[in-house]
């Protein structure tokens, strides 16, 4: 269908889960302007304030980045968030195809805390999704305090 399952994605959505590998997200873009099929158009090891930098604002697209966060001075946990980037200046029939393909791309990078809908930049602060990451692991170490 998509080709969210193609050899390549699947390569690099290995490399950012893996722990051996510095790779910490990966970008998916729609290969043309009208059709389903996706590619991979980006990985990089800057982790989520890199890959802001990197989505399209005319486009939509998916990315999948590792989040490492300190829950006390004892310890570290890593995470997954899936990010769905609908960006401003994506056409109108896009956006409304988004809703159903993103299903098949939630399939594929199945392993994800939480899933993030960002529109802009904005939508990715790293702040606010390791609060939402902590509230979605039930474990809360930092007191209530993000």
Do not use: C
């Amino acid at each position: 269908m998509s080709g969210a399952n193609a050899p390549e994605i699947l390569e690099a959505y290995d490399k950012v889960r893996s722990d051996k590998d510095e790779t910490n997200y990966l970008i998916i873009s729609y290969a043309a302007a009208t059709g389903d099929k996706l590619v991979l158009t980006g990985t990089g090891t800057g982790g989520l304030t890199e890959l802001a930098t990197k989505l399209d604002p005319s486009q939509a697209q998916y990315a999948y980045v590792r989040i490492e966060y300190a829950n006390d001075t004892e310890s570290t946990r890593v995470k997954f968030v899936l990010v769905i980037w609908i960006g401003e200046g994506t056409k109108i029939m896009r956006k409304a195809r988004v809703s159903i393909e993103s299903g098949e791309v939630k399939r594929v990078l199945g392993h994800h805390s939480i899933s993030v809908d960002a529109r802009d930049k904005g939508d990715l602060d790293e702040k606010d999704i390791v609060v939402r990451l902590r509230k979605a692991g039930g474990a809360d170490y930092n007191g209530g305090r993000g």
